[in-house]
């Protein structure tokens, strides 16, 4: 092999060995950044719901609520759910829970939180959808008390 040949097999070893030392870490900020965006998404939009579910959530108020709720399940491209104090769906966006179902369970710990006063965010398994969300939730509040919580609900995958 010629001294040609072997300084071009260098150079193209040489830049493809900086491609991937730059590409990689580049790849992986671009992750790192597209899903933060999609989690800070998330909480604004959660954030506008409570606010916006907070009378007709402390007057059950559900056709408000529906409308409310398929608006920001559109925008946010996920699954809304507004429950009652007590844990009880008032409306499903997706319309697949029925009113009254007890959403404040275990297997839906945000809810849980949210009921107590405290927003979350949390990426977990959904043992319903087989597949990882992230689940946003939030307290919605009437007259300085927890009348109720938003739930936001978006595929990983997606």
Do not use: C, H, K, W
């Not at 071009?8 to 965006?37: C, K, M, S």
């Not at 996920?78 to 997706?94: E, K, S, T």
């Not at 609900?153 to 997606?158: E, F, L, N, R, V």
């Amino acid at each position: 092999m010629s001294l040609r040949t072997r300084l071009l097999l260098a150079l193209g070893y040489l830049v493809v060995l900086v491609t991937i030392a730059f590409a990689v870490p580049l790849a992986l900020n671009i992750r790192d950044r597209a899903g933060e965006e999609v989690r800070e998404g998330a909480r604004t939009q959660i954030g506008v719901l409570a606010a916006g579910a907070s009378e007709p959530v402390a007057a059950r108020g559900v056709r408000d609520l529906r409308e409310l709720a398929r608006a920001a399940a559109r925008a946010a491209g996920g699954r809304v759910v507004i429950v009652d104090r007590g844990g009880g769906v008032l409306v499903d966006g997706a319309g697949a829970a029925a009113r009254g179902s007890d959403y404040a369970t275990p297997q839906r710990p945000e809810l849980q939180s949210a009921l107590a006063g405290r927003r979350v965010q949390t990426e977990r398994a959904s043992d319903t959808l087989g597949e990882e969300i992230l689940a946003s939730a939030e307290p919605v509040y009437s007259g300085g008390r927890v009348v109720g919580a938003v739930r936001l609900t978006q595929s990983i995958d997606a």
